[in-house]
């Protein structure tokens, strides 16, 4: 089973900051790798798939990127409604799973 | 407009059976692939099971032997069999539409509490 490890578990950032998400895997992945971001009381809302593409609607200051066991997201310029929890989710092996998650507060 | 609804939630005794269900529309749930995915209380999210458009089944660890996926074309609709509720399985359990293995489309939640 692929252990998905997220850093930091929390970051204090303020808006209009450049925010980068690290995602490690345990074992190489191919681009079989998602972002979400939820909001308190709101299920999860896919941001990336493929590890690099956007999902439908989703703002261009959001980006993905990586390969192999390293993924980050990065939010070019922070706005207040981003601030959520991010998880990433590996789909490349069985069984899919998730990173427990980067909360992002405001500084 | 995709929707995705679940419903079938609530308070259960540990060692009780509920079933969940989540209807859709916007797509077919014979076309499509669908994935519950649950989250405890305070925590974070944890894959569950999942249906294939072609029909095959597959749990997590956690839940094998006592889960189980199914789906009724007829009313577009799948639903999650739950049975032998431990107090572990207490969460908000997400229905949602797998898009090439992530999963694009959730619902809002329904929450099962397992407690005596």
């Known amino acids: 089973e692929i252990v998905m490890t997220q850093s930091p578990g929390t970051l204090s950032v303020s808006p209009g900051e450049r925010v980068t998400l690290s995602c490690r895997a345990s074992q190489r992945l191919s681009s079989n790798l998602a972002w979400y971001q939820q909001k308190p009381s709101q299920a999860p809302r896919l941001l990336i798939y493929g590890a690099s593409t956007r999902a439908t609607g989703i703002p261009a200051r959001f980006s993905g990127s990586g390969s192999g066991t390293e993924f980050t997201l990065t939010i070019s310029s922070l706005q207040s409604e981003d601030f959520a929890v991010y998880y990433c989710?590996?789909?490349?092996?069985?069984?899919?799973?998730f990173g427990q998650g980067t909360k992002l507060e405001i500084k | 407009e995709v929707q995705v609804v679940e419903s079938g939630g609530g308070l259960i005794q540990p060692g009780g059976s509920l079933r969940l269900s989540c209807a859709v529309s916007?797509?077919?749930?014979?076309?499509?692939?669908l994935s519950w995915v649950r989250q405890a209380p305070g925590k974070g999210l944890e894959w569950v099971s999942v249906?294939?458009?072609?029909?095959?089944?597959y749990n997590a660890d956690s839940v094998e032997g006592r889960f189980t996926f199914s789906r009724d074309t007829s009313k577009n609709t799948v639903y999650l069999q739950m049975n032998s509720l431990r107090a572990e399985d207490t969460a908000m359990y997400y229905c949602?539409?797998?898009?090439?293995?992530?999963?694009?489309?959730w619902g809002q939640g329904t929450l099962v509490t397992v407690s005596a």
């Open positions: 249906i294939y458009a072609g029909g095959h089944t």
């Open positions: 916007g797509f077919t749930v014979s076309s499509n692939s």
């Open positions: 949602a539409r797998d898009y090439y293995g992530a999963l694009n489309y």
């Open positions: 989710y590996q789909y490349n092996d069985w069984p899919p799973g």
